[in-house]
């Protein structure tokens, strides 16, 4: 399944789950945010599930003058979409 169903999937169990729409829609942002940033450094191909790609991308956050609390909401939401992934059996860890 590509990407972006995943994530509307995502999103959609989200809204399902009564989530407001400014939760859901910050969710979007920072997972489109990632993804952009994957495309942007031609790491959108292969295994960009493995922790050194997520280091990666919250390393480059930080360098780009983000504060602590941004990068930490960036990795709040991948945590929370990757668990989703697992949860839902779409990947194994």
């Not at 942007?40 to 922790?51: E, F, I, R």
């Not at 780009?64 to 668990?83: C, D, K, M, P, Q």
């Amino acid at each position: 399944m590509d990407v972006e169903k995943l994530l509307a999937l995502f999103l959609a169990s989200h809204v399902s789950a009564g989530h407001t729409p400014s939760t859901v829609e910050w969710y979007r942002y920072q997972m489109e945010r990632f993804f952009h940033w994957l495309v942007t450094n031609k790491l959108h191909t292969g295994n960009w599930l493995q922790p050194e790609v997520i280091e990666l991308y919250l390393a480059a956050s930080r360098r780009e003058g983000n504060e602590l609390a941004t990068v930490a909401g960036h990795y709040r939401a991948l945590s929370a979409f990757f668990a989703w992934l697992v949860l839902r059996r779409y990947i194994d860890r």
